[in-house]
């Protein structure tokens, strides 16, 4: 597969990723209390971090979506 995820695109893909991996475990917000926000936080942190290191992003290919110059 080649590689459909540009550099500004990778950057923020990692921010809001460490951001999300963060918030739930080091704040005390009643939102995160609850299993589902707290776990899914983390899950999607952890596969926007792996998107920004792999360059490849599943949902662009289908959609046929490329950020990144060729």
Do not use: E
């Amino acid at each position: 597969m080649t590689a459909n995820v540009g550099t500004i695109d990778r950057i923020l893909r990692f921010i809001i990723g460490v951001v999300l991996i963060a918030l739930p475990l080091s704040t005390t917000i009643s939102l995160f209390a609850q299993p589902l926000f707290f776990y899914g936080a983390i899950i999607v942190g952890i596969v926007m971090l792996l998107v920004s290191v792999v360059r490849i992003c599943p949902l662009y290919s289908i959609f046929g979506i490329k950020t990144c110059r060729v």
